[in-house]
């Protein structure tokens, strides 16, 4: 479907320029072949030249009301006409009006809010409001986990991006995770709070100012804990006297079918960090919320911490106008409905592809894993590698017009909030025929 195009530069043009003289994340500079993106409208992408792309990962996973929503839009220009910037000391309306809204969606207790730029600086943020409250330096994390780049939360990260960024901060310790890299299904609850529970007593619970989780691990394979395991981290957290704080950047703002991963299972953090679908990616915004306890606290204790474009008064009206679609559109009720029609799709796909080892979500949070064998379970990639089916697949998404992550061994499937029903089949419909080549590399 050929768009008019307001880009005056062809896509190799865009491309060859951008390599030129910009820097990529996560990447060999030498390597990268990025596709040019002109605009972008709904569940879809458009190139200079008119091709479009389905977005079926949100981008990551972080536009979750869909591209070019003209409210927002609307609300960007209305405050950037009004008064585009003052520093965080200074109260605005609409840093009053958000963080009142924010009061009625978070979860129990949690009425406040810290912002910053970004999900890694929410997490930054977290860890020195957990330390400086409990007066504790240990963070405990989880090694299949991503919490962002920046300095405290990349040693935060488990998985491999930590490696070459190490070494990091000092006092991070390891604990359990609920599944294993290379086994279908997670470990018993018991075993994995078991695990847990041993970590906290032998650093010593008096050390230690709180345990840090993804509600649902994101990128690292849309890990969806047991039933009973975010109760049994929350009692832990309680019984040990440790905070117990949630990152939700992905699992946050609908994706998973409620406001927040945590609403699944009535638990409340005393810490939750938020980015992405805050502002649906609009504009850079995060924050760190907390429980009433722990901001009386800074009511009489200095905090040591801040940045020069918290509050920005333009992204917090991209915030509180993509509240309004979530709840205008309501998409929240929409992801829940959509699921199981996601649900429906992979389980389809797993009937029919040897190659689809297992399948997983909640909401609009899927993921496919693919296998050269399911018995044994083994992944089409080794652990933190790619293999040539899986670059091929990728190739033939880019080709036949899909964007979605395919990382390590798994295509992930997290579509932005507003698709439809038919729109989640036409993206089902080019990953089954791109399972074709992963088929023939099964083993018997």
């Known amino acids: ?201 032998y650093e010593g619970p008096h050390t230690i100012a709180a345990i840090f989780l993804e509600t649902i691990v994101g990128t690292n394979g849309i890990l969806v804990p047991p039933d009973g395991y975010i109760q049994g981290v929350r009692e832990l957290c309680d019984r040990y006297e440790i905070l117990m704080v949630a990152d939700e950047v992905m699992a946050g703002f609908g994706r998973t079918g409620r406001w927040f991963g945590v609403d699944h299972w009535d638990v409340v953090p005393d810490l939750m960090t938020m980015a992405k679908g805050l502002t649906s990616s609009y504009l850079p915004l995060g924050a760190v919320a907390m429980r009433r306890k722990i901001a009386d606290k800074f009511e009489t204790m200095y905090y040591s911490g801040g940045l020069t474009y918290s509050s920005h008064p333009v992204s917090l009206a991209a915030a509180l106008a993509t509240i309004q679609v979530y709840e205008e559109d309501g998409l929240i009720g929409h992801a829940a409905r959509m699921g199981p029609v996601m649900r429906d799709w992979q389980r389809r796909l797993y009937d029919k592809h040897p190659s689809v080892g297992a399948y997983r979500g909640l909401g609009l949070f899927g993921v496919l894993e693919i296998v050269r064998s399911r018995e044994p379970f083994t992944p089409m990639a080794s652990f933190n590698g790619t293999s040539d089916e899986m670059k091929a697949i990728g190739k033939f998404f880019r080709e036949n017009g899909l964007y979605t992550f395919v990382a390590n061994h798994m295509i992930h499937t997290n579509p932005p909030l507003c698709i439809t029903e038919e729109q989640i089949g036409e993206g089902f419909d080019i990953i089954d025929r791109a399972l074709d080549i992963a088929d023939q590399a099964v083993t018997s």
């Open 1 to 201: 479907m050929a768009v008019e195009s307001a880009s005056t530069m062809s896509s190799a043009e865009i491309v060859a320029l951008s390599r030129a003289h910009t820097f990529f994340s996560w990447s060999i500079q030498g390597a990268v072949d990025p596709i040019a993106i002109d605009r972008a409208e709904g569940v879809y992408l458009y190139t200079p030249e008119g091709q479009r792309i389905l977005d079926f990962n949100s981008q990551l996973m972080s536009v979750n009301i869909g591209h070019g929503d003209r409210r927002v839009i609307d609300a960007i220009v209305a405050q950037a006409t009004r008064l585009q910037y003052v520093q965080p000391a200074f109260a605005t309306e609409i840093r009053a009006r958000l963080g009142a809204k924010l009061a009625e969606i978070l979860p129990g207790d949690m009425d406040k809010v810290f912002f910053t730029l970004g999900g890694a600086e929410a997490i930054e943020n977290a860890i020195k409001l957990a330390r400086h409250y409990t007066g504790r330096h240990k963070v405990l994390a989880r090694y299949r986990t991503y919490h962002g780049a920046t300095f405290g939360a990349m040693t935060l990260t488990g998985d491999p991006r930590r490696w070459p960024n190490e070494p990091g901060l000092v006092g991070v310790v390891r604990y359990p995770d609920t599944h294993r890299w290379g086994e279908k299904e997670p470990r018993p609850v018991e075993e994995s709070l078991r695990g847990l529970e041993d970590v906290i007593r």
